[in-house]
């Protein structure tokens, strides 16, 4: 399928933004580094065959300030926790902001405090930067782009092509809280009073999970598509299926009326502070522990498993239901709800 | 001065940017890191004490295709160059998109095989990118920012702060095609014919250079605010004086025209594939035929050099006219032209 025009749905993270990716872009210019398909490029230092985590990420989001977090938050929180799903230690970040002529200088300087904020608490360094201004009607206020570098450990190697049949499947807790704090702010629902977004720097947890449980084999950023495309991702790379147990996944009570109340597969909804990961099977108790241990992972849990794919066919995933009928969990296709980071 | 909103001139190169990067960027996060004040941050690598160059630039230039270039190419091309100033050999980039929704997909597959092709001339990989579509209305097409990482080799430190009285200042070719080629694309000016685009990925130059003028001060990308604000920059970063010959400062004379009909100082005009460079004097007729030797370096000149700052006083940049008047060389204040990168 040819399409002609960009669409919102290109920006999803479903198959919509697969088809823009491989059709476009690695067309273009598919280097080995952008087809390892993991959150962030692991790359080699020439000099001394060390290893670097290079990730980015632009921040388009509405509104700017949401409760839980902003757009400087999320612009911090996002490329951060990219860059250590690789298992590096994140530390220097650039920053582009695009900005809107007219955009209040409160609002700047109110994001830019975030910013600083999290990336103390994230431990890393903005670096260099970048400013550009367009002219009233050409943008939306402001619009982020990070990068991040971090430094990978001599011994770790993390990757969703490293998962095996047998291997467990973790999330670090409540799914859909960032996209139905989006959702609830921008259509003024009157659910929103109790939910937060959950944007977080995670890069503290998954050094945790990795001192624990050293064999896990990778972890995954369930933003833009939810924990759907991750773990359809995930399986394809690995050339695995994957099953999750529908009871097992944490999920807020408003969260999930919410997303009954409005159609949505709370599955394919965006997340900015749980991370997806991937971890044989006799370490899954210790990185859970880890995991619980942690200020953003009280919710924890181990939520299914990495199974072998039947020659021939597809990779896939399914979803278990508590009364022992299953489906199949699918990538959203189109654009659930845009601008959601 | 308190700027209340973002305007125009905040984006321009000149002093206005300078306000909102010192109140409101380095303010809120004013890293060691951004206090070094070059066009790329030098990063030490923890594990072995080895030197990396990090850079980033957002690209919102308007219109996207123009003679000698496209918005793809000025994305490489900007990026590879900021992080060469260092010494730096760039080794790895990232790429993230806003697309707004309509854009035809025929004009992004254009932009993205003259990445390809820049990205190959300059010897960089395109690591890791991201794509964000915002809808109709919200954005100009399209906007790139790219980050860029390369490694410095261990014996080289170039830096603005270097420059010593006595240095000579060198430009690698004429001024000002950049900024009138944009300039004229918009205003369908007819002078437009015979100028293009100078952009161009400078990492080969740079390093021809620093193998014939190994002591070189340090280079700088006369972008948006051009040499004046270059000069000005450089000037104020080393505590000194500088001083330029008119005459001595290699511009085109259609460019030269069209500076005199719009009423532009041509030192103040964007390029996009000059250096401005800062060499020992008894090194800068090899780092000069070195310049000339290379395809980008032709039109290369000794236009200048470094003076003794007087104490108390501001550093300063002046201009010598061959009929022997001076005048001050001040930064742009305003915006002269918006969007031309």
């Known amino acids: 399928m040819e399409d002609t025009t960009v669409l919102l749905g290109h920006g999803s993270g479903g198959t919509m933004m697969r088809r ?11 280097t080995d580094e952008l087809h390892q398909g993991n959150d962030a490029a692991d790359l080699v230092i020439p000099q001394d065959g060390s290893r670097l985590a290079y990730s980015t990420d632009s921040f388009v989001v509405t509104p700017h300030f949401f409760p839980g977090g902003d757009i400087g938050h999320l612009a911090i929180c996002g490329t951060v926790n990219d860059v250590a799903t ?3 230690r994140p530390a220097y970040l650039s920053c582009g902001f695009i900005l809107e002529e007219g955009f209040p200088m409160t609002d700047l300087k109110r994001i830019c405090a975030s910013m600083a904020k ?11 930067g970048d400013t550009k201004v367009v002219n009233r009607g050409h943008g939306d206020g402001i619009y982020i782009n990070t990068s991040g570098i971090g430094f990978i450990p001599k011994d770790r190697h993390l990757g969703g092509q490293l998962c095996k049949p047998g291997d467990k499947i973790l999330v670090t807790g409540t799914l859909g809280d960032h996209g139905i704090t989006i959702m609830s702010c921008r259509e003024q629902l009157s659910f929103h009073a109790n939910i937060r977004s959950d944007a977080a720097p995670l890069n503290g947890l998954i050094e945790d999970v990795l001192q624990a449980a050293p064999g896990t084999r990778c972890f995954r950023d369930p933003t833009r598509g939810g924990l759907a495309s991750t773990l359809n991702e995930l399986s394809e790379q690995a050339g ?8 097992l996944i944490p999920v807020k009570p408003e969260v999930r009326g919410a997303c009954e109340m409005l159609g949505y597969d ?12 991937v971890v044989p099977a006799d370490q899954a108790d210790a990185a859970l522990r880890a995991m619980k241990n942690n200020t953003y992972g009280k919710d924890a849990a181990i939520i299914g498993e990495v199974e072998e794919k039947e020659a021939q066919r597809d ?13 199949i969990l699918d990538m959203l296709v189109g654009e659930q709800l845009p601008r959601i980071c």
């Open 20 to 30: 823009i990716i491989d059709n476009v872009f690695m067309q273009a210019y598919g």
């Open 86 to 88: 690789s298992g590096a």
């Open 118 to 128: 999290t990336a103390q608490e994230a431990g890393v360094h903005i670096a260099t």
């Open 240 to 247: 695995v299926n994957m099953s999750v147990q529908e009871e």
């Open 266 to 277: 709370v599955l394919q909804v965006a997340n900015e502070g749980k991370m997806v990961s």
């Open 315 to 327: 990779s896939r995933v399914t979803v278990r239901t508590a009364i022992g009928s299953t489906r």
